[in-house]
């Protein structure tokens, strides 16, 4: 069989176009497989949000905004430095590529660690369903369905931010060699459109779960 | 029938041995055959529970065993046939080897991610093996709450678990499909040239993208729900048990379109094959596959008309229910007409044909039944629907399944199957069938409940013409295991064309080699484009001689 | 091989448009509006969410393909809020004898 001109591209390919245009195509559907799987989570939410209306309100508000609000904006800081990756990979620029990335990875930790300080304030309150739950008054078991979903939702978010800033450490070395330039991007492309796409469900997280119901606070 | 005398060039299964060969292989055809051995275990494990089954109901009383461990063995035989044989069946085995040749391409689109798929699929059957025989669950395959979630105490989470990674291994084929069907089409081959199967397989592809994700994220719940004693779908928690049956049919209801249209897909190709004709309204048959796709996610809830729904919303389920027969009798009514003045030949996979025809029909139409709120209410819960849904899911997709399997036996293997045994197989197992699924209708309108291990003495001549039934139906299932193997050494080696078909996957040799066209084939013609045999098998034959010159 | 090249300029006036919003929805969030404080929570989160996929993830530039793949997989989510909401929102229309 013909070898190719480029090492990148598998012997199952006639042209890395294909091979681009394969893995992007793959990607959006993963991405697609994904809003189904939060998908559920979020009807569950509806679901129970509508049917018990004021206690989840009444949960949401012991929920911290200034973290929750700070987290927004570190995350989708992140999203702008992902994008800026992407574009220095698109001009070959690695120097600017390797900042980016580094960038990224940071505000993600700093997302995962303010993370980390809610989720201790919930213990501290014991607002953490299945470890030593209290609540006082009579809608107690409506509060902690609202916190099951709380931790289950941010929990899985959390869990996509850890992978994807797995995913970019990796890219991070392989930028490092010089693995990517205008040529070879795809890699770069698709863990970005992963990043944005984590960022997409935290920017409908934040008012689902914070927002909404805040002006009935102190009612 | 040709069959060439010549010793076989290489081919991908005897271009590398070993062990490791096949477990680190991503060729699309080997990790084929690596699915076709794993469901075939799998078949066997769920087909012991059945027999187990059949046996306790021989008699009125609960003899063989009692009512907790009956209620496992109905667990275990649903969970291991739907989730390990009847979704990967046809797509991970048959489709795995087919697509890539039928669009003429050397690969699916992700090699590796479709030998992990089999991985996660094998990991996942394992784990739920394991709870097999850790003790095993009883919770029903569908794990309704909150039984499954806080009072069984049985081994749910660990099965979840299983059934939670082999959906990975779905969702994996899907994407693959999808992808290698959009990018990887051999030039000159549109989308309505392509042969049916593949429609089919794209439609499943996005029925099992959409549906996957879902039913994990349930289950995961309901495992959470389980390991940290918290109220998701228990009412005592403040939960909402229907909850969890929305979620759970959103997926499991369009799942039985993941396992009976690629078996639709595979009928199209016989019915052209063995009529010799092009199939009547192709591009109706083709759309009616994505209608099914699309009409089968709106339906979910016709599981639940006696759950406690709201009475408007199962009107609106039970008035969608019915237009998802519209697509399904488009294809029976084109096959059909497919075979009018066709030149029919009853060779083994057409005969599975024919019985998918009759049975789906059977089954469908009956489901007809089930989707209108009235009878419903009647024979919810009763042997009626057990009857109804093993005429689609056995009449229908095993019967599609074994037609593929022989159909493309002589692509896969070389080697032709016996005939006569082939055809003695495909007649027992349509006796058996019908005798061990139809008795239940009958059971089930008269009222008998199902899921219990035992019943008044009064339907007990029912009851032992089933088991008897089902004892044919085990005869019939073992003879093409024994045949297909033993032809694999001693059967006669296969041309590359032997039926003659028009597919693309005929026109490279039997078995294919490694890459599986030596060139890009670039097709000009139509699909199902029959002409007589003798030019279809100088066609096969040129294709061979080319390659070797 | 590189598709389309955004300006950095693009890019950082999207950033600067989505850091507004969030602002807004934030401010929002603590008046009382009655019913158009979710509708807004909302609205706002699906510009916000519209403005990431077109610029940062390139959409705008994509294959029609992507756009069915995307456009079909949030087609599904509507299908599954809206037909399980289709139980639970009529429930309390019409209830059975003696509930």
């Known amino acids: 069989m013909a070898k190719s001109h480029s090492t990148v591209l598998a012997h199952h390919f006639d042209s890395i176009e294909q091979q681009r245009e394969a ?197 | 029938m040709i069959v060439d005398r010549v010793e076989p060039r290489e081919n991908y299964l005897n271009a590398d041995y070993g062990i490791k060969s096949w477990l680190l292989t991503t060729d699309h055809k080997r990790i084929a055959l690596l699915y076709l051995v794993s469901v075939t275990l799998f078949f066997f494990v769920g087909g012991v529970f059945a027999v187990l089954i059949r046996l306790e109901l021989l008699t009125p009383q609960g003899d063989l065993v009692q009512a907790e461990t009956y209620n496992k063995l109905f667990t275990m035989h649903g969970v291991t046939m739907i989730f390990f044989f009847l979704i990967p069946a046809i797509p991970a085995v048959l489709g795995n080897f087919l697509v890539p040749l039928m669009i003429g391409a050397r690969d699916l689109a992700f090699p590796r991610l479709n030998l992990a798929s089999w991985y996660f699929f ?238 789906f029909t059977i089954g469908g139409v009956t489901g007809l039944f089930l989707a209108s709120l009235g009878i419903d209410v009647h024979v919810t819960d009763t042997y009626f629907v057990v009857a109804h849904f093993h005429y689609i899911m056995v009449g229908g997709t095993i019967m599609a399944y074994l037609g593929g399997l022989h159909y493309w036996w002589p692509k896969i293997s070389g080697r032709m199957y016996p005939e006569g045994w082939a055809k003695l197989g495909a007649l027992v197992i349509f006796i058996g069938f019908n005798l061990t699924f139809f008795p239940q209708f009958v059971l089930g309108y008269l009222g008998m409940p199902r899921r219990y291990y035992a019943y008044p003495d009064e339907f007990q001549v029912l009851n032992v013409m089933s088991s008897a039934g089902a004892s044919i139906l085990g005869v019939g299932y073992l003879l093409p295991m024994i045949y297909l193997i033993w032809s694999m050494r001693y059967g006669p080696r296969a041309s590359s064309n032997p039926w003659p078909a028009t597919g693309l996957e005929w026109r490279t040799p039997s078995p294919p080699p490694t890459e599986n066209f030596k060139e890009t084939p670039v097709v000009t013609w139509e699909p199902y484009e029959f002409r007589p045999r003798e030019e279809m098998e100088v066609i096969g034959k040129l294709n061979i001689n080319d390659e070797s010159g | 091989m590189v598709e389309h090249v955004e300006s950095k300029k693009v890019y950082f006036t999207v950033f600067v448009v989505l850091m507004v919003l969030t602002f807004i929805t934030i401010q929002v969030a603590f008046m009382d509006l009655g019913w158009l404080n979710n509708i807004l929570a909302l609205g706002i989160a699906v510009c916000k969410a519209t403005l990431v996929a077109l610029f940062f993830m390139h959409v705008r530039y994509s294959t029609r393909l992507t756009w069915v793949v995307i456009l079909g997989g949030l087609f599904w989510l509507g299908i599954m809020i809206a037909l399980t909401l289709s139980d639970y929102l009529t429930r309390s229309w019409l209830t059975y004898p003696g509930h």
């Open chain 2, 122 to 359: 094998i990991l996942g059957g394992l784990i739920a093996i394991w709870a097999i025989l850790a003790g095993g669950v009883d919770t029903g395959w569908t794990f309704y709450t909150p039984y499954s979630s806080s009072y069984s105490t049985t081994y749910v989470a660990v099965t979840i678990l299983g059934i939670f990674l082999s959906g990975f291994s779905s969702i994996f084929t899907g994407l693959n499909f999808i992808v290698t069907i959009h990018r990887m089409r051999a030039p000159g081959l549109t989308w309505f040239r392509l042969p049916l199967f593949i429609w089919s397989l794209y439609a499943t592809s996005v029925i099992i993208v959409l549906g996957t994700p879902v039913v994990a994220i349930t289950l995961l719940l309901v495992a959470v729900e389980r390991i940290l004693r918290v109220g998701i779908f228990d009412p005592a928690l403040g939960g909402d048990p229907l909850l969890f049956q929305h979620l759970f049919w959103f997926y499991s209801h369009p799942a039985v379109y993941i396992m009976v249209l690629p078996a639709m897909g595979v009928i199209s190709e016989l019915v052209a094959t063995f009529s010799r004709k092009n199939i009547f309204g192709y591009r109706f048959v083709a759309f009616a596959s994505v209608a099914i796709a699309v009409l089968g996610f709106l339906v979910w809830a016709h599981h639940m008309f006696v759950a406690g729904l709201s009475v408007y919303g199962a009107m609106i389920f039970s008035f969608l229910s019915y237009f998802v027969a519209v697509p399904s009798a488009i294809k029976v009514f084109n096959w059909t007409a497919t075979l009018y003045k066709g030149s029919i030949s009853y060779q083994t996979p057409m005969l599975y044909a024919f019985g998918f025809i009759g049975l």
């Open chain 1, 23 to 219: 893995s992007s195509l793959g990607m959006w559907i993963f991405l697609v497989t994904e809003i189904m799987f939060f998908g559920g989570l979020f009807t569950g939410y509806v679901v129970y949000r509508t049917i018990y209306p004021g206690v989840f309100a009444e949960g949401s508000h012991h929920l911290d905004i200034t973290l929750g609000g700070i987290n927004t904006v570190v995350l989708i800081t992140s999203s702008l430095t992902m994008a800026l990756a992407v574009r220095s990979a698109q001009m070959s620029n690695r120097k600017s590529l390797v900042i980016f990335l580094i960038l990224t990875i940071l505000l993600g930790l700093t997302f995962l660690g303010i993370k980390l300080v809610e989720y201790g304030h919930k213990f501290r309150d014991h607002l953490v369903p299945g470890f030593g739950f209290s609540y006082p008054g009579p809608e107690a078991g409506h509060v902690e369905l609202f916190f099951v979903f709380y931790f289950f939702m941010t929990g899985l978010h959390a869990l996509h931010m850890v992978a994807g800033v797995g995913v970019l450490t990796i890219l991070l070395i392989l930028a490092g060699r010089g693995l990517f330039s205008a040529e070879y991007y795809t890699p770069v492309e698709l863990a970005g459109l992963y990043w944005h796409f984590v960022d997409i469900i935290w920017i409908f997280l934040f008012p689902l779960l914070y927002l909404i119901g805040l002006h009935l606070k102190g009612s």
